[in-house]
């Protein structure tokens, strides 16, 4: 079974720019969920879909927004860059039950300048 | 408001010898724990979980040790090899409250990273 599938693995965008990120999640997942990993912060929750529904979300400004097609794959988009948006931002899917852990893809590294 | 932590930031262990990673968390809501295991440059691959009704689980050489009253949990690896050098995170999700239901929404540790020394 293929795993969680994430584009493009590197982007580089200028401040006040827009970016989309692309999930294709686990054959069968109807579940993605967004995070961001910064060396201060951490891993943060950003958001989840579940069958094209956003069911969940942390917090972050509503510059940061996603969605989910009806075949899971789900995309996030990121509006006026800050330079604080610099991270690595990962895409997780899993079935949506109970007790079913998250199976993340590799990323996407983002460098805002 | 740090929910789960890991106050070890490294973890230094001989190959052949035990592991053992630890996670404290606050939140009682939580019920259902998961390890991860994260190297550079990839996401985080998921090792084992357990639900608040259990108080272990195995798989082969992990084991993950659950203590509500203590609100804490750890990991046990062994025998430990070199190949498991890497950062290890401990996560926490909780069933919302009112109606809603999301089970993607996980709260991590800073990370633990383990050496494992040949």
């Known amino acids: 079974k293929a795993g969680v599938t994430q584009t493009p693995r590197y982007l580089i965008k200028t401040r006040g720019q827009q970016v989309t990120l692309s999930c294709s999640p686990i054959s069968g997942h109807r579940s993605v969920s967004w995070y961001q990993q910064t060396p201060g912060q951490g891993l943060q929750f950003l958001f989840e879909y579940f069958s094209e529904t956003q069911r969940n979300k942390g917090n972050f400004p509503g510059r940061f927004s996603g969605r989910q097609f009806s075949n899971s794959r789900s995309e996030m988009n990121v509006s006026t860059l800050e330079l604080g948006d610099s991270a690595l931002y990962l895409c997780a899917s899993s079935p949506g039950r109970r007790n079913s852990p998250l199976h993340f893809g590799n990323g996407t590294r983002l460098t805002v300048t | 408001d740090q929910q789960v932590k890991q106050n070890s930031p490294s973890l230094s262990v001989q190959e052949g010898r035990i592991s053992i990673l630890n996670c404290d968390y606050t939140?009682?809501?939580?019920?259902?724990f998961l390890w991860y295991k994260k190297y550079p440059a990839e996401g985080p691959t998921f090792l084992i979980s357990i639900s608040s009704i259990k108080d272990k689980n195995e798989d082969g050489r992990f084991t993950v040790f659950l203590n509500k009253s203590a609100k804490h949990l750890s990991l046990h690896i062994v025998p430990s090899q070199p190949g498991d050098s890497a950062v290890y995170f401990c996560?926490?999700?909780?069933?919302?409250?009112?109606?809603?239901?999301?089970?993607?929404?996980?709260?991590f540790g800073q990370g633990t990273i383990l050496t494992v020394h040949p």
């Open positions: 939140n009682s809501m939580f019920d259902y």
């Open positions: 996560a926490a999700s909780q069933l919302l409250n009112a109606g809603g239901t999301s089970y993607g929404k996980l709260t």
